[in-house]
């Protein structure tokens, strides 16, 4: 019980870094109806703009005198300020690798998503060399044992903060103009520009939203696995990726719950099986999923052409 | 001897019956009608028959031979051609590989033809490419053959749809509304068609219409349909005439 | 704006009506012609390359026609570009203009008498240019090879992601399949290793017998194929695509975690078999056989399913059976390339099979163009020149190839030559005027 009660908390954790990509994911498919596939890589840039703020900010700090700021309170100003700049690079992602193709083939927008990952991660590698950056010690680790479950402080906060993001995305979406505004596009993409609601602004919108989150994503990454590296996004991703596929397309609760899901199948199959086999089980559940619940758990069953 | 028999037909979508008790004989050389409001389940019927739907309950006879629950490419081949209502072609090809297409199930090639371009693939395109041109020329469009059909104007690609359901050798030719968003002119020429069809290849026709002249001077036998029961059914006159359809139909859509 | 703009059209203008000027006068040498310049220059840079090299200055021959020399040491450029122009261009571009009466009824006779004799006595001229010029360093002969095996990924790429419109990541899976395939039919049968241990038949039989492991390594990968095969009758877009992307990871670790085949630590010694006429022929026979397959009614099949399936279904056609042969058709196909890849390297691990290749496959089909032959060999052409002229770029290198995807997906979202057919008897034929009728077919 202990054991698996253990785990339960390892999944939750790893769990949010999946759902909080995945609902970029799933963000963009509502509205565009196409997957970003850079959005792993956007990841890697929230992790990577999270450390340098958090590294120009701690050296703010020290200069300034101000020792006597507490980690948590720089930690919320990273993740803010990071996932304020990132929501640009993903609006210039639109912007650059989307929005020209918004009337070619779907395939064609895929294969430029993937390029501009390749950009970042190759970017990245030309820009700070092979050096393995490791992210600053914001808060120190404090460990919890509650009946004979370990949990520390930085797992909590980090299930936490997801939660907390993914409610406060909720309530956008439900409760603001704009986020009736993406509603309606993922209901009929047709309509909507007709109805006065400007298709750039949204799907800008959308990119914006869902690279911050993967932004959060990274530094939470960060601050629990402080090797960066910039090839960090392209597994997580992809496998976020698949969570957003599980979840139904389109649908930001499907992605979240499938984005836990995944977590606990990877921590579970980890810890019964040697861990090489991790991928191996973990793709055989999906697969057996997909063959035998097509559309996911909350997709509505319509089939999807390429566009050609 | 019929040609297609159709029994107590009746179908559900989840819940609600979209077709109740649906009956129909076709013999050969007969050409039948299918009207109703919108939303009455005609295309239902259509698709029922086609194998697009398996029916909930009832029994289809494709000459003699039960056809419910076989996938649509086989009650195709086995002799039920059909035209669709939004034209249902395939953009990149062009109106000689649409008409090629539907001979697919009476290629003998087999695979190894296809992989190795054998002699008797060769003589068998030729063979298809030539009976296709025929039935091009049948409807009126063989001066069209290598173009794509995303070039073509709305008449010529529903003559298209129309030699491609002849290609598949059809006992009897199933019509989704044929006339649909054409002018006056094109009506005419359809109907002209359907009618050098109907001689030429002694085929059994059943189609859907909202055109009430058009159905009226075709039609040997009008059935119609209303929330999924036919309601109806008799030669056009006594149809045009009949107060419940006149009530259900007639009395609020008159089209000319 | 509008004066800069059509200033730079007029000028756009001049240019191409430059290069028409300057093509107008080869327009009338036929394909023959050009292969006879070809195989001529290629002979002059076996037999005086070196010694023309020396004399401009160059260390040695240019690998790749001046393009990495370019890049490497720029300053050598202008000898470079004279070599390309002494031993290339201007033979090529003299014999193929002067012996154009000659080579149009040359050509126009083949046709006549047989045209698959035709098509041979081109491929033979060919492939005799290209073992020449790749003889000349081992690199050559490797760049080679790997292009030929792209052109056969592409190519069986595009009949499920081109002409039937699926969305398959599946392939660097198949590959794997084929490769570990292959490699495990001839390490087991004609090598000693430490593997799999002491030869089961003697070595001398294994290189005839090499065709058997590919098709081995085929038959496995299409095996494996119907895990994506199944599931596409009921489903499409999206989810087969993830489908088949969890096929691949699949692949990947099920091999990781086969001790008997080296794990992640790869399987090696293959022997040297996968030469260049090996890799050339089975190239050949792919293009052939899919090019027949595409232009065939049950090839057609798969372009009407991708457009309308219910149509396609109510026209008599087996959709299952359509998909099924796609499906197998392309995986075999990958399996092949994967088996001489494997061959080729003499080494591989599961890691080869991963994301990376299937971005580098993606890349070359939507490249090089849908729904094409053609573009799917001019993709996989292009794709690997492109990536070996930028290698002395080093990492710049992964940042200007995407650059040039962007752009080409922006300005031809369907690729470079999508939607066409190809027609070897038009790309052979007799360029003269009076030439032999134009509708002479070899496969129909």
Same mark, same amino acid.
């Given at each position: 019980m202990e054991f698996f009660l253990q785990n339960v908390v390892n999944a939750l954790q790893w769990g949010s870094f999946y759902a909080l990509i995945a609902l970029g994911y799933s963000m963009v498919y509502g509205v565009l109806l196409l997957f970003n596939f850079a959005h792993g890589d956007i990841f890697m840039v929230g992790a990577y703009v999270g450390f340098f703020v958090a590294t120009g900010l701690l050296l703010l700090v020290s200069s300034l005198g101000l020792v006597s700021m507490p980690g948590w309170v720089v930690l919320v100003l990273v993740i803010l300020v990071a996932m304020f700049i990132t929501a640009f690079v993903g609006v210039a992602v639109e912007r650059i690798g989307y929005r020209p193709l918004r009337q070619a083939p779907r395939a064609s927008a895929a294969i430029t998503g993937l390029m501009i990952g390749i950009i970042f991660e190759t970017g990245n590698l030309a820009l700070l060399g092979a050096r393995r950056l490791s992210f600053p010690e914001l808060i120190e680790t404090t460990t919890y044992t509650i009946g004979g479950v370990t949990v520390t402080n930085k797992r909590i906060m980090i299930v936490a903060v997801s939660l907390l993001l993914m409610f406060a995305l909720h309530q956008f979406v439900q409760r603001t103009k704009w986020g009736m505004a993406m509603r309606a596009m993922a209901y009929d993409f047709a309509v909507v520009p007709l109805m006065g609601v400007p298709l750039n602004s949204i799907a800008a919108l959308t990119f914006g939203l869902g690279s911050a989150l993967a932004a959060a994503a990274g530094i939470l990454f960060g601050v629990a696995y402080p090797v960066l590296s910039p090839y960090m996004g392209i597994v997580v991703g992809w496998k976020a990726f698949v969570a957003a596929i599980l979840g139904g397309r389109g649908s930001i609760l499907g992605a979240a719950l499938a984005g836990f899901l995944l977590g606990f199948i990877e921590i579970f199959v980890a810890t019964i099986f040697p861990s090489t086999l991790r991928d191996l089980i973990a793709f055989s559940i999906i697969l057996l999923i997909l063959v035998f619940r097509p559309h996911g758990f909350f997709g509505e069953a319509h089939t999807s052409r390429l566009r050609l | 001897m019929t040609i297609l028999r159709v029994e107590h037909m009746t179908h559900y979508f989840g819940g609600l019956r979209a077709v109740n008790n649906y009956n129909l004989t076709v013999d050969p050389g007969q050409i039948r009608g299918l009207i109703g409001p919108n939303g009455a389940g005609k295309s239902t019927v259509f698709n029922l028959i086609t194998g697009l739907y398996t029916p909930t309950e009832g029994t289809i006879l494709l000459d003699g031979e039960d056809i419910v629950g076989r996938p649509p490419y086989q009650i195709a081949d086995m002799g039920l051609g059909r035209t669709f209502q939004n034209l249902q072609l395939w953009r990149h090809m062009t109106v000689l590989e649409h008409v090629k297409m539907a001979r697919y199930s009476k290629i003998t090639y087999g695979l190894v033809?296809?992989?190795?371009?054998?002699?008797?693939?060769?003589? @068998? @395109?030729? @063979?298809?490419?030539?009976?296709?041109?025929?039935?091009?020329e049948l409807v009126g469009v063989g001066h069209l053959a290598e173009q794509n059909v995303t070039n073509l104007p709305y008449g010529a690609l529903r003559r298209v749809e129309m030699a491609r359901a002849l290609a598949t050798e059809p006992k009897i030719l199933f019509l989704d509304e044929p006339t649909a968003g054409m002018n006056p002119e094109e009506l005419v020429q359809m109907m002209e068609i359907i009618r050098k069809v109907h001689r030429e290849l002694n085929l059994a026709i059943f189609l859907i219409e909202h055109r009430m002249k058009f159905v009226m001077e075709l039609c040997d036998i009008v059935q119609t349909l209303v929330f999924g029961e036919v309601i109806a059914e008799g030669p056009p006159d006594y149809i045009q005439n009949d107060p419940q359809v006149i009530e259900a139909y007639l009395g609020t859509e008159v089209e000319t | 704006m509008t004066a800069i703009n059509s200033k730079l059209s007029t000028g756009k203008k001049?240019?191409?009506?430059?290069?028409?000027?300057?093509?107008?006068?080869?327009?009338?040498?036929? /394909?023959?012609?050009?292969?006879?310049?070809?195989?001529?220059?290629?002979?002059l840079e076996y037999t005086v390359g070196l010694y023309v090299a020396r004399m401009l200055g160059l260390p040695k021959i240019p690998v790749l026609f001046g393009v990495l020399i370019m890049l490497e040491t720029p300053i050598l450029f202008p000898s470079a570009v004279l070599y390309v122009l002494i031993i290339f261009i201007i033979p090529i571009a003299l014999i193929a203009r002067f012996t154009a009466p000659l080579t149009n009824t040359l050509a126009g006779k083949l046709i006549d008498v047989q045209p698959w004799l035709a098509v041979l006595v081109h491929l033979g001229l060919f492939y005799a240019a290209l073992h020449l010029w790749a003889e000349i360093n081992d690199y050559r002969v490797l760049v080679v090879r790997l292009t030929l095996i792209s052109i056969i990924l592409t190519l069986s790429l595009n009949v499920v992601n081109g002409y039937m419109g699926e969305f398959s990541c599946s392939h660097p899976g198949f590959m794997a399949l084929g490769a570990y395939g292959a490699s495990v039919f001839t390490l087991f049968l004609f090598v000693d290793d430490r593997t799999f241990g002491e030869a089961l038949l003697p070595a001398q039989l294994g290189f005839l017998m090499f065709p058997l492991g590919l098709v081995f390594g085929g038959a496995i990968a299409a095996l494996g194929a119907l895990i994506i095969a199944i599931p596409s009758f009921r489903t499409r877009g999206d989810y087969l695509a993830i489908i088949s992307l969890a096929f691949m990871f699949i692949v990947k670790s099920l091999i990781e975690n086969l001790e008997f085949v080296g794990g992640p630590r790869g399987l090696g010694g293959q022997p040297d078999w996968a030469n260049l006429p090996t890799v050339f022929a089975w190239t050949v026979i792919c293009i052939w056989v899919t090019n027949n397959f595409v232009k065939s009614t049950f090839g057609k099949a798969l372009n009407a399913v991708r457009d309308d399936e219910v149509a396609a279904d109510a026209m008599t056609v087996n959709t299952r059976q359509t998909k099924m042969v796609a499906f197998l058709f392309a995986a075999f196909w990958a399996g092949v390339a994967g088996g001489l890849f494997a061959h080729v390297l003499r080494y591989v691990n599961p890691g080869s099979f991963g994301l990376q290749k299937l971005a580098e496959i993606l890349a070359m089909l939507y490249f090089g163009g849908l729904n094409s032959v053609v573009g799917s060999i001019v993709g996989a052409v292009s794709f690997n020149l492109v990536s070996e002229a930028l290698r002395p770029l080093e990492i710049l290198k992964w940042i200007i190839i995407p650059v040039i995807f962007?752009?080409? /997906?922006?300005?031809?979202?369907?690729?470079?030559?999508?939607?066409?057919?190809?027609?070897?008897?038009?790309?052979i034929r007799p360029k003269n005027k009076a030439a032999v009728p134009q509708n002479v077919e070899v496969s129909q």
């Open positions: - | 033809g296809a992989f190795f371009a054998t002699p008797r693939r060769v003589r @068998e @395109e030729a @063979e298809i490419k030539a009976k296709a041109y025929s039935l091009l | 001049d240019v191409s009506l430059f290069l028409q000027k300057l093509w107008e006068p080869f327009s009338v040498s036929p /394909m023959l012609g050009w292969l006879i310049g070809v195989l001529i220059a290629v002979l962007i752009l080409v /997906m922006i300005f031809r979202p369907t690729g470079l030559i999508a939607f066409t057919e190809l027609n070897v008897i038009n790309i």
